[in-house]
């Protein structure tokens, strides 16, 4: 079942890809992919800093997340007014503009000149109004009876938060925050307005010297996927995995 | 000249308690004394689980006091947790730490309130018969033993009175025994317990008193003697005449 599962999946993916291909090859289209090899280390390059402002971007967010999503549960209206209007503004503008006003008016202010601790950090407070609805909803999606439970015994409201509702809920946020990593991941590519050199900016630059901005595009379109498409695997993974352990364990 | 009575454990004066519209609890008074196993019953929504909840702070009342021990239980004071630590709750639903071993779930409040380490919490998983089942996580325990588990980790933090909300309500018919002679064992001890139940045997076998809810109120209460085979209010009789027809 599960071989054959497999076996139709890759079948279709290399069908497509194939029809695809024979597409392009159909049209006038002159491709040549053999300028692009010439700028293979300015990939590698562009490669390593989408990984590296990813990865700094989505620590940051899980730390700011949590603070949003304290905020957010607060049983204290201006505590909670405070997390519901960080979410609100940065979901409600687009990542370009926040990037934008980021570089030109924050950090000037801050006296911040290090393009990459300023994008990424945008990046990160931008993915923290995601990852806190993620946190919120973890937390709150726990049976009120287990913390009547953990309260019953004695323990304070943080401990049982600590030790009670934040590892069950852990569980329950891992395939959407494994969502949020792959989105962010294509979500660097905007630090390139401010010049960062990442996989996008690559592929720009390079079609820029050499007119062949299509094969720079296929390239890095191909890289991203090598990133984001095993993430999205092993999100379905554990995805599978919860339901099933959710399936026999009884809902308390 | 006779001593003056001791003052109940658990005291409940005036208490009132509103979900919006919906009066929960009217003007409840009720005393149980030190040892004393009271077992309130009524119909589904008539306050059982509502008043068990204001004795261990999980609902704030409207109006009256809870007295426990002579504190007054109030979950804006400053010590509230050492308080609800005084009285061990047992759930219809269980609400066993899922993530947690049988072990875990029981040595989880001493260790960290206390300090304390897993001698005592095995004892008492023994004193439930389910030492061999320490390290199993709750999803691989029957109802009757994860209830059974409940019992014991209520009971790890050596409170001086125990609330049962309905414990058998949610359990197979062949589970409940085990967990109502757990708890006959407990009354037999000396334990003071303040029950809901639908359980009619096992409140006219262990209650020292029943008490009889409905719409908020406590209609009757009375020894079981009293109250199930001589009751004196129509509501009662006419309760009583349905769950004990079977």
């Known amino acids: 079942m599960r071989a054959r599962e497999l076996l139709v999946r890759a079948g279709i993916t290399v069908a497509v890809a194939a029809l695809l291909a024979i597409a392009l090859s159909l049209s006038d289209y002159p491709f040549e992919f053999s300028p692009s090899w010439r700028y293979r280390e300015l990939y590698a390059k562009g490669l390593l800093m989408t990984l590296g402002a990813t990865a700094l971007a989505f620590a940051t967010g899980l730390v700011l997340g949590v603070g949003v999503a304290l905020l957010r549960i607060s049983r204290r209206l201006p505590v909670r007014h405070l997390g519901d209007l960080y979410v609100e503004v940065i979901r409600g503008t687009p990542f370009l503009v926040q990037i934008t006003i980021a570089y030109f008016g924050i950090a000037p202010l801050l006296k911040l000149n290090d393009k990459f601790l300023v994008g990424t950090f945008a990046l990160g407070v931008f993915a923290a109004a995601y990852m806190g609805e993620i946190f919120r909803a973890g937390i709150e999606s726990i049976d009120r009876g287990q913390v009547e439970a953990a309260r019953s015994l004695g323990l304070s409201r943080a401990q049982a938060l600590r030790h009670i509702v934040f590892p069950q809920a852990f569980k329950r946020m891992i395939p959407p925050l494994t969502g949020e990593l792959i989105a962010l991941t294509k979500e660097s590519s905007l630090l390139y307005t401010i010049g960062l050199v990442e996989m996008t900016a690559v592929a720009r630059q390079v079609g820029a010297d050499t007119y062949k901005f299509l094969e720079a595009s296929l390239i890095v379109a191909a890289m991203y996927l090598t990133l984001t498409v095993p993430l999205s695997l092993l999100a379905r993974q554990l995805e599978r995995r919860l339901k099933r352990s959710e399936r026999t364990g009884v809902h308390l | ?246």
């Not at chain 2, 066993?96 to 960290?112: D, E, K, M, S």
């Not at chain 2, 004892?123 to 019992?151: F, W």
């Not at chain 2, 908020?216 to 509501?235: A, N, T």
């Not at chain 2, 009662?236 to 005449?241: C, N, R």
């Open chain 2, 1 to 246: 000249m006779t001593l003056p009575p001791a003052p109940p454990l658990i005291s409940l004066r005036g208490v009132t308690r509103r979900f919006g519209s919906v009066i929960a609890l009217e003007d409840v008074d009720l005393d149980v004394a030190r040892g004393e196993v009271v077992v309130c019953i009524g119909p589904s929504g008539s306050g059982k689980s509502t008043l068990l909840r204001c004795v261990n702070a999980l609902e704030r009342p409207d109006a009256g006091e809870v007295l426990l021990d002579g504190e007054r239980v109030d979950p804006s004071r400053r010590d509230i947790d050492a308080l609800r630590a005084e009285v061990g709750m047992v759930f219809q639903h269980f609400n066993l730490f899922p993530h947690l071993t049988a072990l875990g779930n029981v040595a989880l409040a001493p260790r960290l309130v206390r300090g304390e380490g897993d001698a005592k919490a095995r004892a008492l998983l023994g004193r439930v018969g389910l030492l061999d089942k320490a390290d199993v996580y709750p999803d691989m325990l029957s109802g009757g033993q994860k209830q059974r588990v409940a019992i014991a980790r209520a009971l790890a933090m050596e409170p001086i009175a125990m609330l049962f909300d309905e414990p058998t309500s949610a359990l197979d018919p062949e589970m409940v025994g085990e967990v109502l002679a757990v708890m006959r064992g407990l009354a037999r001890d000396g334990m003071t317990m303040l029950v809901a139940s639908h359980e009619m045997g096992f409140a006219r076998e262990v209650a020292h008193r029943v008490a009889f809810m409905d719409g908020g109120r406590i209609v009757e209460e009375g020894s079981p003697g009293d109250l199930f085979d001589r009751p004196q209010k129509d509501r009662t009789k006419a309760f009583l005449s349905k769950v004990l027809r079977a």
